[in-house]
């Protein structure tokens, strides 16, 4: 997320995600998705984010938001075959379908550790003994980002000003 929002819109962001998938929201989030089937192949990610209201209070940021979300299917997964955003939404969709629901916790790892959206079980909160599908998506903060392509361009202006 790093690349694509701000950090602090990224914690904002993860703050909504954990707040509106958790333990206290869960049979609502059942319901919903029984219902309207909100995280399924016929609705995007950013679709189904948006209507829930999992978007950053900073209008400015909303675009990148989405961006960001639009370009999850660009993510491996640790599943072999399948994109990072149809990884998300199937987590989702299972959590919520399981015949012992599951809360969601969202969490951000460095992408320069593993690029992969990853999803497992366990308990995110040291607090709480209770059990959460955790989806895990890679990102490269802003500062690494920023610096990595002032590098590339420089590599690339370097590159051209040789082959003159």
Same mark, same amino acid.
């Given at each position: 997320?790093?690349?694509?929002? #701000? *950090?602090?819109?990224? %914690?904002?962001?993860?703050?909504? /995600? #954990?707040?509106?998938?958790? !333990?206290?929201?869960? *049979?609502?989030?059942?319901? /919903?998705?029984?219902?309207?089937?909100?995280? &399924?192949?016929?609705? %995007?990610?950013?679709? &189904?984010?948006?209507?829930?209201?999992?978007?950053?209070?900073?209008? $400015?940021?909303?675009?990148?938001?989405? #961006?960001?979300? *639009?370009?999850?299917?660009? =993510?491996? %997964?640790?599943? $072999? +075959?399948?994109?990072?955003?149809?990884?998300?939404? #199937?987590?989702?969709?299972?959590?919520?379908? $399981?015949?012992? !629901? /599951?809360?969601?916790?969202?969490?951000?790892? /460095?992408?320069?550790?593993?690029?992969?959206?990853?999803?497992?079980? +366990?308990?995110?909160?040291?607090? &709480?003994?209770?059990? =959460?599908?955790?989806? %895990?998506?890679?990102?490269?903060?802003?500062?690494?980002?920023?610096?990595?392509?002032?590098?590339?361009?420089?590599?690339?202006?370097?590159?051209?000003?040789?082959?003159?």
């Amino acid at each position: 997320m790093g690349r694509a929002i #701000n *950090d602090g819109t990224t %914690s904002d962001v993860l703050a909504k /995600l #954990n707040k509106r998938f958790a !333990p206290e929201q869960l *049979d609502e989030m059942v319901s /919903l998705q029984k219902e309207f089937k909100i995280f &399924s192949n016929k609705h %995007s990610l950013r679709q &189904s984010f948006a209507l829930l209201g999992i978007v950053p209070d900073d209008q $400015a940021e909303r675009p990148r938001w989405f #961006n960001f979300l *639009d370009k999850l299917h660009t =993510y491996k %997964s640790d599943l $072999a +075959g399948v994109k990072g955003d149809d990884q998300v939404i #199937n987590a989702l969709a299972a959590a919520f379908e $399981a015949k012992k !629901p /599951l809360p969601v916790f969202f969490r951000v790892h /460095l992408a320069s550790e593993d690029d992969r959206i990853t999803v497992t079980r +366990g308990q995110p909160v040291l607090f &709480s003994h209770i059990e =959460y599908s955790i989806i %895990s998506i890679p990102v490269t903060p802003a500062a690494v980002a920023r610096q990595h392509a002032a590098e590339t361009a420089r590599k690339r202006r370097v590159e051209k000003k040789s082959k003159k």
